[in-house]
């Protein structure tokens, strides 16, 4: 028999017996065996120093795991497997906390479970494993479970850790890398925004991600008690508290939007592509980066008097405030450019000690596409839904309405009537589109049954190169937090209440769409209809009255705003930048795309633009110093923003 396997214990013991039986080699690769985690641990960390292929089989309280095979300089070994496990399995908290509170006397206990039968099934796992890899290369990123309560035998793939310090493999960032070169990017139809058709790569996704054992997303669920088909997807890192949503109208367009919304919640977090190498203040790097160098003082900043507040996590900026950079690159000059890492990613704060950021950041510009242009082109189209939505709201401009029965799209008009019919709420729909002519809708749907258990009215928005196609996104979001809060509202009716009285109460994302269920509240929207301001210090004693607008034809609407059908996606991107560049504005995209996109040929961005309003939840963290966008000849809108 080779000597390739660590013998003793239950499991080592019949791994030697299978080994001494078998008439095929394994001898290119060395079976380790440990009959508890504890025992799992300190094998994984002398295998490692070994520096030859080697497979492990380690037993926990309720199964055998089998693998991956461990080839050192691979990408994939058994801390990838590890991580993507800890991340998808929904017992892992469980597990942690009881490990946490009897540390080795639980990792270290022998299952009651492992049985002789159980072991000798785990071997010839084990050997049939080791054998194909030694032959094929089988194993690697494969991982196979021995449920030991019923001998239930699982095979699971799994994706690398790019940020495993013993595999990971990431390149330094850098300016060549951060380039987004001209090229044709041809799509399926003049008309459509999007290079490939994901819905027919549906199975393949799913494959690829979806797995309650390792999978980047670890569960997706399907909610079948709602006006549109609902699906929530869960991501696997175990640090993650994101996930993905995704509506249609039918669960198969569902299932594949909430998956892409969990790879892009992936790539947003903290760089997974490209090591950041890059530190200094704005004025050594201008020094050194000539005309290199974004200018943080230019994307929004918190109000001055927020930064002396006693715990206001971020800190003001100035030139010299020392920071870490990534490359992104400006499609408006077409030159990379450094760019303060927190603005880049929103979370780095979990994974790194560092500076505290001076703003705060969140997922706003993140989009997922088919290449870099495609994802840089929905990330902008975001910034714009956004910008178009608080700059309306600070500003109090009245919007003209539109006639949503006029729309070419009938799911148009038959999603409102479901609103209203469904839940009880009359829907409106105003268009917000601003000076760059990029098509951006407000939804408001307003409570018909007039129930103070109810909310009094929700907001979304939307926005599309086609406004059919904005009006339908925004639809799709008031649905859903029309039906969220259709459910939360009654339990916290006295939380929005203290919010109306109490601007500085409105601390989290759910906060801001609660604040305006609230009745009272609900009525500073009244303005989008050209109404007086009910909050106003000096209010008219008897306003005068205000005749309502015309409603617009959707259809007139969509000739006005048409965009050029281009074959070429990059051409849409770039006439989209160009309005921008028009205004005076600088369109900044870095690619946030890890590995775990380029295994399914997808790519990850974050799109800057500053000067544009940022979305921020919490109302003491809006940021609107040094923007002019959010002043008119009157003051800034005082209130919290309602969007959801």
């Known amino acids: 028999m080779p000597d390739n396997s660590v013998l003793g214990g239950v499991l080592g013991s019949a791994v030697g017996r299978r080994l001494a039986a078998a008439d095929t080699s394994t001898d290119s690769i060395r079976i380790l065996t440990a009959d ?140 060549e890398l951060a380039a987004i070169p001209r090229q044709v990017r041809l799509k399926p139809s003049p008309a459509g925004t999007r290079v490939r058709d994901l819905l027919s790569e549906a199975a393949a996704l799913e494959t690829l991600y979806v797995d309650d054992e390792t999978g980047i997303v670890k569960d997706l669920r399907a909610r079948g008690l709602h006006t549109l088909p609902f699906v929530e997807s869960k991501v696997g890192p175990r640090e993650s508290v994101d996930g993905g949503y995704g509506r249609a109208f039918d669960f198969r367009t569902a299932r594949v939007t909430a998956v892409a919304e969990a790879l892009e919640r992936l790539g947003g977090g903290r760089p997974g592509g490209r090591r950041t190498v890059v530190s200094g203040s704005y004025h050594e790097l201008s020094a050194t980066h000539s005309g ?26 100035h030139p010299d405030l020392s920071m870490p950079w990534v490359w992104g690159y400006s499609l408006t000059d077409e030159r990379p450019i450094l760019v303060p890492e927190s603005l880049a990613y929103y979370r780095t704060q979990r994974h790194a000690s560092g500076p505290r950021p001076f703003v705060s950041e969140i997922s706003n510009g993140c989009a997922l596409g088919g290449c870099i242009e495609e994802a840089a082109l929905y990330g902008l189209l975001e910034l714009a839904e956004r910008d178009a939505f608080l700059r309306t709201w600070y500003t109090r401009t009245p919007a003209p309405p539109i006639d949503l029965s006029t729309a070419r799209d009938r799911r148009i008009p038959l999603l409102a009537d479901q609103i209203r019919v469904r839940q009880g709420y009359d829907v ?189 939840f919490g109302h003491h963290l809006r940021r609107i110093e040094g923007l002019d966008r959010a002043v008119t000849a009157g003051e800034v809108n005082p209130w919290p923003h309602p969007f959801p």
């Not at 699982?154 to 850790?161: N, S």
């Not at 290199?292 to 900026?317: I, N």
């Not at 307003?446 to 339908?472: F, I, K, Q, T």
Request: contains cysteine; hydrophobic residues 40%.
């Open 428 to 616: 409106e729909v105003f268009d917000i589109t601003g000076e760059e002519g990029v098509p951006c809708f407000w939804a408001l749907a307003r409570d018909r049954v007039h129930r103070p258990d109810r909310p009094a009215v929700l907001c979304a928005a939307g926005s599309g190169l086609d406004p059919e196609r904005g009006v339908l996104s925004a639809l799709y979001e008031l649905v859903t937090a029309v039906e969220a809060y259709l459910m939360l509202y009654p339990e916290r009716r006295d939380e929005a209440e203290r919010m109306r009285l109490d601007s500085e109460a409105v601390r989290l994302m759910d906060d801001h769409a609660l604040l305006y269920c609230d009745a009272v509240a609900a009525e500073r929207l009244d303005f989008l209809r050209g109404a007086g301001n009910p909050d106003s210090p000096t209010p008219p004693l008897t306003p005068p009255p205000t005749p309502t607008p015309t409603p617009l034809d959707l259809t007139e609407l969509t000739e006005r705003y048409a965009w050029p059908p281009d074959p070429d996606l990059r051409a849409d991107l770039d006439a989209l930048v160009g309005r921008y560049a028009a205004s005076g504005l600088e369109v900044i995209v870095v690619d946030q795309t890890t590995p775990v996109h380029a295994a399914a040929r997808l790519a990850c961005a974050k799109v800057l633009a500053p000067g544009l309003l940022p979305m921020t």
């Open 292 to 317: 290199a160098v974004l200018d943080p003082s230019t994307v929004g900043m918190h109000e001055p008097a927020r930064y002396q507040e006693p715990g206001f996590p971020y800190q003001a900026y």
């Open 36 to 175: 508890t985690a504890e025992a799992g641990r300190i094998m994984a960390d002398a295998a490692r120093a070994m520096g030859m292929p080697w497979l492990p089989v380690v037993a926990e309280l309720d199964r055998v795991v089998i693998g991956p095979v461990v080839r050192p300089g691979t990408a994939g070994c058994d801390l990838c497997s590890a991580e993507r496990r800890a991340g998808a399995r929904s017992d892992h908290a469980e597990s942690r906390a009881l490990s946490e509170r009897y540390g080795t006397a639980f990792s270290a206990h022998v299952s009651p479970l492992l049985t002789p039968l159980a072991a000798d099934l785990a071997a010839t796992l084990a050997e049939a494993l080791c054998g194909r890899a030694s032959v094929s290369g089988a194993g690697l990123r494969t991982v196979t479970v021995l449920r030991l309560a019923d001998l239930r035998v699982t095979h699971h793939r799994f994706l690398p850790d790019p940020h495993c310090p013993h595999c990971g493999q990431m390149p330094d960032d850098g300016p």
